[in-house]
């Protein structure tokens, strides 16, 4: 099975934010169009509550996957100008 990272990058790819819905995910059949795809490329692609995080640059395009906080307690930044992401361990 593919990574969470993999995952999100193949959404990328595909230009599809839910490649499985209606059928797996309970989003809403559109008949004329269908607001779950891309009409252009993002600079920032990101998933919450992944088991890690992990990142990586794709065709230009950062893609993150967020840990889930409440287990990890780590946050990610993202520099909106570099596109650079740092993690932050909160512990409390």
């Not at 990272?5 to 309970?26: C, I, K, N």
């Not at 946050?75 to 993690?87: F, S």
Request: overall charge negative; charged content about 20%; some cysteine.
């Amino acid at each position: 099975p593919p990574t969470e990272l993999e995952a999100l990058v193949s959404t990328l790819r595909f230009r599809h934010l839910a490649p499985s819905g209606p059928d797996s995910l309970p989003t809403y059949p559109f008949v004329s169009s269908d607001p779950m795809c891309m009409s252009s490329t993002p600079h920032l692609l990101f998933s919450g509550g992944c088991s890690a995080f992990d990142t990586a640059v794709v065709d230009g395009v950062r893609v993150v996957c967020v840990p889930d906080f409440e287990r990890t307690g780590e946050v990610a930044i993202v520099d909106l100008e570099t596109l650079d992401v740092q993690v932050l361990k909160v512990e409390c």
